[in-house]
């Protein structure tokens, strides 16, 4: 986050501010900065005589945000990664990624629907500082990738920065599928907008299921004179 004081020209700002922020992610090796610059991004450090007190850390929740797990609940399929980071999201776990990132599944071979919730989260586009970054949101897929062949199975994108509803996040729901042995299914975030604005591109995914789908229908049998037997 970012915030600006001027207390001699702004009357309101001459007693003591407060600030908070909700929903950030700390991890181990992570270091947060407190910066004081000169304002109004300029050069002018004359009487830049500030304060901070009462700085305080809350942990939120039996989880603390960006705990490190092996396996993840929320699916039902685990991925083939050595570590997750999960986080909270309107008070429920999911799992964290900032673009660009993939998660790669390998279910049992099957006939499959997808389903998730993702979305970006809200302590980016309620953050100034990613507003004047110009962050745009970002792009989900899921990618089957079958041998050295890869198809794209589904896309969707989320922009909370400039699209109201894009607030609530997205759903992915994908129809059925034949996930063969040894395919390997990609969730993957990009940027978004096909281009490369990765800035404060925060996401999350929760509640991905893999869910079994009845086998496809055979085609009629027809006899030698052309109609059905």
Known sequence: MHGELDPFRVPRDRGPQRFGMD?????EGD??????????????VSCDWT?????????RGDLAQGVIEASFQGFNVQPVAKALRVILVDDK????????ATLAFKPPPGRYTIAANFGVQSSAWQDPGCA???ADGIGVSLVLRHGDTESTLWHGEVDPFHVAKDKEGGRLNLGAIEIAAEDVVDYRVDPGHGGANTNCDWSYLRELKFTKAAAAKAPAKRNSGGAKP
Not at 23 to 27: C, E, H, M
Not at 51 to 59: G, Q
Not at 93 to 100: I, N, S, T, Y
């Open 23 to 27: 929903g950030i992610d700390i991890i």
């Open 31 to 44: 270091t947060l900065d407190y910066r004081v610059d000169p304002g109004h991004r300029g050069t002018n």
């Open 51 to 59: 304060f901070v007190r009462d700085f305080i850390f809350t942990r």
């Open 93 to 100: 776990e999911a799992v964290f990624l900032h673009a660009p």
């Open 132 to 134: 004047k970054a110009n």
